[in-house]
Every structure is written in structure tokens, then in C-alpha cells.
């Protein structure tokens, strides 16, 4: 693998694939799994974009890069098997192959954090997209100021990157909580959802970003709890998601009101999507 | 392509056969209105003998029939339930073919066609409605390959209608029926009790040059004259009317109006509207595989906001009820559609008006969230 790969050429046919071969796949829990792609030309890439990834003959679905922007030779993607096309990815092993496209999107504003408080807030796989703003802020510490990650799941199994929890558990200047819904006896930490944890982090309201993905409900329920807490909502990120069948704004499955979730997001500012996520089937 | 900027001309229905062979001999595919299964649609032509002579069309909220007119005329009525996206932006298109040989697949992309369109018979709404969808497909953030090559090549004939449909609007969405901008050359039929000319202006180098290899003359004041009578009275006689000035504002402020309920217990969600609209724009991707596994492709068909698999993500479609999805639907082509590409994604020609199987009229949707009845409406 080259350090430094030469940049790839904006494609001329943006629906074709490049086929890419998986160098690692590691399982993270029962559903999901987590796989790296090394890409024969760079395309370098923001915290919070995506990718679109296509199993061969079955079907293509957007997946945001999970691993470490400051790595892109190394595109990793953290999955949960729920259809056919994800459950297709995770029948793949190292040496085979998968169909890219991307990076698409608009991602976390890891440069506009600069000098605030981030809270950087996962439920479920929602973790995934935040890693690579986690790595980001985790490798350029000093520019920011407290710094919280809140990540919650079903049940303790469910946990994803479980090695590297501890390891940010460790790491100094990184709070971190984790809640689970359900437990069993020898689960020692919180249980229940992840906005009453919010109390329990250090940060200035006034001069915090929040960043926040998961499930809508969880995105809305958490915001919510932010503003409570004095979180101005023009400083809360939410990365949203929809049906995707192009990812370049044109097969218009996406949309979300007067935004394309492909171009436009998949993060949003809150003060932008918020009266639009009060309307159900919006 | 450029707004008219000569004098005009004026050329016979020989002339017109004449302009016919021209564009055909220029190594254009040449593509009009034809008579096929009792409605006017768009297909190849060969010469004047294939358009829809001397026929028109009654059109109204779930109705469409043709009927005889007294005259000749060859573009005498509104549009049918084709338009120019059939070409431009095709129905099902293979993207790219892949192959698998061993370890390795690759995929190779199809190539975009290298056919040069000449349409015949483009209404100034439908000049609008492709410029909307140059604005999604080629001048936003990503350009469609396909659209581009056939977009950029196409010719463009354009009529000025001498004929409003019972369901057109187009004076309402500031979008006819006076042909402006974005053709080649333009006709307006001339049907003059004994005398059948057309008036022809030239808005491009192109169409100036074709216009050069057909018999003409200069039209005379009278004709022309008769040429802006025609346009007037077309102008004057729209089917339907609807206040667009103000939509967006009033649509996103009434997400939740009764009126979305209503419409949906008479809205069967069978996305003809879509199909019809010359600017709904949205696909979805289909990718096979042969049994073997070793060969798959990927092909692009029209897709509709009206369908549950739309809006599918794991665990149920984001618009699981008829309501959301007529609601996505219209907002997006009147509301929504301003914020994300400049204009409304509504041209006022009526197809979906006139091709609902129930009626349902989008000028009606909105006088009623408008709360006013048709007798207050504030009409173009």
C-alpha cells in the first residue's frame, strides 16, 4: 500500500462503481461488521461523508465512512446487516471485492468546532459516522475544548468498537459514556437512553457544538434535551437519513422538504431541518 | 439557442415537408407528434403525412379524447400524455454492465448515445420543462452523461400553440403559451380559410441555416399580425387557471391542512401524474445479475414519490400514507422545487390533470388550501 495514492479523476459516468478490494473485515457484534476498502486512487474525504457501496450483482446502499479521514488511502465502513445489499456486504471477506462510489455528502463541521466544547452523540450504529470526527478532534486536541462522546445501545452485545471504547475511556481530555437500554447483571455502566447522560458531561453551553447521529427519534429527542441544556440550535449537527438510489442529487429519493439528504447532507444543521422533522412522513 | 431576434419568415406545409428533409438529411433522427391508440404521442417521422392532421384533443380532469377539426391544421392541439423527457431522460436506461473474472470484476460503463434528436412540434411549455431538467441533470452538482450528449445535440422545432388544452395553465406558471427562448426555430401555424403558412423564426445559427435550405419568404406585417393573434387567443383560453405567485410560502406553511386528507382518499397513488410531468425527474436503480454470478448490470427506470418502495428505509417507508406521498408530491413540483433548483418544477401543461384516473386537479388542490373557491380566484 502507497503512502500517498495519486488523486482519482472526478468520474466521468458518476452511477459507475469502481470495483475495490476489502483488505479487512472484522465482525463488531452479531449485526455489524466492519470492513476496509483500498481504493486504487485516492479520494480523499470529510468526517461524515459517505460512500456508496455496491455488492456485486445484488444491489448498491450509501454507507458513511467510519474510519479515519486522515487515512484515505484506507476507506473503512462500519455496517448493520438489515437488507439484502447489507447482508450481501457482510458475507464478504478479505480479497473480494466491492463496488465504490464517492465520498459524497457534507459532513461534520469539525473546522467550525475550533475553540468550542463539541459533544459528539451516537445511538446504535450511529456511532460509525462519528468516529471519524472523534479521530479528527482526538488528533487535533488542543484546537478545541471539552470534548464528549455519548453512545448508546440496545443491550451491552450490541456495543460497537469495543476495543477502542476503552481505549477513549482511558484517553485523557475524552469523556466518554455509554448506556445501554438492557442489561444483565454484569454490565456495570449506564442503562437507559443517552440524553439524561448529557447532565453528566462537562461543557459550556454557551460555546458548544453538538454533532449527533441515530435513529430520528433519538436525533429529536437528543437536540431537544440539548436546547434544554442551553445549546443554541444553529450549533447542533444532526446526520440524517433516507432512501439513497444516486447520491448526486438526481434520483431524488432523499429528499427531505426543500433539501436532497444526498448533497445537502447527511449532516444538517438543526436550526434548518428542525420544523421540517415536527411533520411525520415529511 | 437563443430568443428570436430576425424578422420572420414564412414557409407552406411543402415548405414545412421541405424543412422536414433538411433536418432528417442533416443526420437528425427527427421526432414528432403522431396519431397512435386514439391519443397524440411522440415518434419517429418521416415527412408531414405522419403528424396529426387535421385532428385535436378534448381534454379534461380525467378525460382525453380526439375529434375531428374542420380544417387541416397539423399542430392544432395540446399536448398528450408524452413529452420530450421520454427522449432526453429515458424511461429505463442500462447505466453499466459488469463482468466478473475470478477474483476480479470490472464494470464498464455504457457510453452515451450518439443520436442527434431534431423534435418537431416543442410547445413552449415543454422548452420550460426541459430547461427545468437541465437544471437537476446537467447544471447542478453532478451532470447526467446520458441527458447531456442527447441534450446538447437535440435540435429543437417549436410550435406556438394555436390551441389552449381544457387542462392547461401554462399563463398561470408564466410558461407559454408564446414560444421565447431555447429553440432552434419556431412555428406558428397560419390557418387562413384557403391559405395553411406557418410563420417561422429562427433562434439559432442552426436553425437559420436549415431555414436557408427550405423555400421561404418574408412574412408580411398581415401574418405576422396573424401569427400574435393566434398566441393571443391561445393566451385567453386556458383550460385552467392557478396563483402561482405565492406557493411556496403557502404550501410549507399548510403541511398539515385538512385538504392533503382529502385528496387522499381520492388520490390512488398510481404515479400516472409522475409519469406524465415533463419535469418529474426521479429513477430508481435496478441491479441484476445472470444465474451464474458472473455478469450483472445496472439499469435506471423512471421511479415515482408515489410508491412505498420510494421512501423505503429498514423497518417501513418514510411516507408510509397516500397523504405524505400526494403531499411530497405536490409540494415538491410547486414549492420546494423553488428552493432547490430557482423555479417551480410546474409548467401548467395539465397532463397530470388530464391523466389522473380520478381528475384530480392540482389547480383545484391549491385553490382549496388557498381556502378561496374558483369564483375568487385571482386568475393569471
Known sequence: MPQTLKACAPPPYPMAPTMTPVTRFIRESAEVFTFDLAPECATPFAPGQFNMLYAFGVGEIPISISGDSQSPERLTHTIRAVGPVSAALGRLKAGDQVGLRGPFGVGWPVEEA??????????????????????????????????????????????IFGAELEEWRRTPDLQLRVAVERA??????????????????????????????????????????????????????VSMERNMKCAIGHCGHCQFGPLFICKDGPVHRYDRVRSLLAYREL | MAKADEAAATITVEGLQALLRAIRAGGYRAIGPTVQNQAIVYDDIESVDDLPRGVTDEQDGGRYRLARRDDDALFGYAVG????????????????????????????PEAPPTDRLAFIGVRACEIRAIEIQDKVLVNDMYVDPHYQALRESALIVAVNCGKAGGTCFCVSMHAGPRVEQGFDLALTELLDGTEHSFLVETGSDEGRALLAQVPHRLASSREVEAGEAVIEHTAASMGRNMRSDDLNELLMSNLE????????????????????????????????????????????????????????????????????????????????????????????????????PVGIDITEEVRAIRGGDASTEDSR
Request: aromatic share 10%; charged share 20%.
Open chain 1, 184 to 237: 444483565g447483571p454484569d454490565w456495570t455502566g449506564d442503562v437507559g437512553y443517552v440524553t439524561p447522560l448529557l447532565s453528566k458531561l462537562r461543557f459550556d453551553p454557551a460555546d458548544a457544538i453538538a454533532m449527533i447521529c441515530g435513529p430520528e427519534v433519538m436525533i429529536r429527542a437528543t437536540a431537544l434535551a440539548l436546547e434544554d441544556a442551553g445549546v443554541a440550535d444553529s450549533r447542533i449537527f
Open chain 2, 81 to 108: 400524455p408524452h413529452s420530450w423527457k421520454k427522449y432526453l431522460h429515458a424511461p429505463k436506461l442500462r447505466l453499466w454492465t459488469a463482468e466478473r473474472v475470478g477474483e476480479n470484476a470490472s464494470v464498464t
Open chain 2, 257 to 356: 391542512h385538512p385538504r392533503w386528507d382529502e385528496v387522499a382518499t381520492r388520490c390512488l397513488s398510481c404515479t400516472n401524474c409522475t409519469l406524465v410531468c415533463p419535469t418529474c425527474f426521479c429513477t430508481s436503480v435496478e441491479d441484476t445479475s445472470d444465474l451464474s454470478g458472473a455478469r450483472a448490470e445496472r439499469w435506471r427506470r423512471w421511479d415515482s414519490c408515489f410508491t412505498m418502495d420510494f421512501s423505503y428505509i429498514h423497518g417501513g417507508s418514510v411516507r408510509a400514507s397516500a397523504k405524505s406521498r400526494y403531499r411530497q408530491w405536490m409540494t415538491h413540483k410547486l414549492a420546494t422545487w423553488i428552493d432547490q433548483f430557482g423555479s417551480s418544477g410546474c409548467v401548467g401543461c395539465g397532463r397530470c390533470i388530464t391523466w389522473c
Open chain 1, 114 to 159: 475550533k475553540g468550542f466544547d463539541v459533544l459528539l452523540i451516537g445511538g446504535g450504529i450511529g456511532l460509525a459516522p462519528l468516529r471519524p470526527a472523534i479521530y479528527w478532534l482526538l488528533r487535533h486536541r488542543a484546537a478545541y475544548g471539552r470534548v464528549g462522546v455519548l453512545y448508546g445501545a440496545r443491550t451491552p452485545e450490541d456495543l
